[in-house]
Each structure stands twice: as structure tokens, then as C-alpha cells.
């Protein structure tokens, strides 16, 4: 996505959509607070009517970690600069961590700084905090196509 001028934060849902090609029930980004120079911060509200909290775990409902880098991914998207239509595929993973449980009720806050973007290759340094604190982080690679 290039950022035009004319781009006013907050993104809610329906400019999040013009965006990412996910629906539901795979968008994992709620809002967009902020994005520019490289950088995104972004929202995803965690509610108990997400389908994977019938089985993750239903006695103690926890947002699975591969849904939080998911959640991670879709808020870079807002920082690469990608042309309208174009598709950011998810290429790898590195250094992801876990250090807190989401769970239903906590609002995530998506940090993403782009690292770099050359020749339609991408990685991102991402951070996922609830409350101040950080929940998980890893750097994120992507490959651009169509």
C-alpha cells in the first residue's frame, strides 16, 4: 500500500478491508491507530465469540500464538509499500516469542516497523503488547506478488 496524503488515522474496519484481502473470519486487524515513515500501530480487540476459542482451550480460553503473528502480519501490510491489489505473502518467521497470554477481553496493540523492502522482499520487526506489556514479538518476512 502507498500512502497518500490524503490517508487520515484512525482506519476503521471497513478502510482495513480496502486493504488486506481477508475476511472473516480470518481479519485479525481491527483498526489502524497510526501508520507512516515505516512504522504501523494497529489494533485487534480479542473477543470470546472468535471461533478458535471453542477449543483454544475451552475451560481457558487463550488467543493461539500462531493467530497473534498472524495478527502481526496483516498489521504490516500497512507499511509495505505495496500497490492497490497486491498481495504481501507470508515467507517466514524469526525470533518469535511469546511472553504473555491473550485472552478474551484484552485489546492487542500491533507495533510493526518495516526492517526493509527491496525487490519485492520484506521484513518486518513486530511486537504485540496488551496493557503496556509485551504479549509476543518476532520479525516477519514477506515475498510480494499478485
Not at 496493540?109 to 520487526?125: A, E, N, P, Q
Request: net charge neutral.
Amino acid at each position: 500500500m502507498t500512502e497518500p496524503t490524503s490517508v487520515s488515522y484512525p482506519l476503521h474496519i471497513q478502510q482495513v478491508l480496502d486493504v488486506l484481502p481477508h475476511r472473516f473470519p480470518f481479519v485479525l486487524v481491527d483498526r489502524v491507530l497510526s501508520a507512516g515513515d515505516g512504522e504501523v500501530h494497529a489494533i485487534k480487540n480479542v473477543t470470546i465469540g472468535e471461533p478458535h476459542f471453542q477449543g483454544h482451550f475451552p475451560q481457558e480460553p487463550v488467543m493461539p500464538g500462531v493467530l497473534i503473528l498472524e495478527a502481526l502480519a496483516q498489521a504490516s501490510m500497512f507499511c509495505l509499500p505495496l500497490q492497490p491489489g497486491t498481495i504481501g505473502y507470508l515467507a517466514g518467521i524469526e525470533g518469535a516469542r511469546f511472553k504473555r497470554k491473550v485472552i478474551p477481553g484484552d485489546t492487542l496493540h500491533l507495533h510493526v516497523k518495516l526492517d526493509y523492502f527491496r525487490r519485492g522482499l520484506g521484513k518486518t520487526i513486530c511486537r504485540a503488547e496488551v496493557d503496556g506489556v509485551v504479549a509476543a514479538q518476532a520479525e516477519i518476512l514477506f515475498a510480494v506478488g499478485k
